[in-house]
């Protein structure tokens, strides 16, 4: 299980395959040349979270990120939530709220002060 759980996380900091908004576990299994009922047992009896929020999660730091480095002076929150791999922005908006514990535009006046 740690094989699978170190792959997984170096796969994570190559946050490219994550944007995909089509992005499935089986994808994952791929990436990783692990068979798809690994990952799923892996999820589901190893790890605290599913997958979909494991991916949330991932896209929600990675906002996070380029909020702060400046991302929105040129986008917008709608074009940041899609370049996460999220639908629309009301996806986007849910899941940054649920992980960060705030909207993503008090966040923003947040670290401005």
Request: charged share 25%; hydrophobic share 40%.
């Amino acid at each position: 299980m740690e094989h699978y759980i170190g792959a997984i996380e170096r796969l994570s900091k190559d946050f490219e395959v994550f944007k995909d908004s089509k992005f499935l576990l089986s994808d994952l299994a791929k990436k990783l040349i692990i068979p798809n009922s690994h990952l799923i047992y892996l999820f589901k009896y190893h790890s605290k979270i599913s997958f979909f929020d494991f991916k949330n999660n991932l896209r929600i730091q990675e906002s996070v990120r380029l909020m702060e480095s400046g991302h929105l002076k040129t986008n917008t929150l709608d074009t940041l939530a899609r370049e996460m791999g999220f639908e629309s922005y009301n996806p986007f908006l849910n899941n940054f709220k649920k992980i960060v514990g705030i909207s993503p535009i008090k966040y923003m006046k947040q670290i401005k002060h």
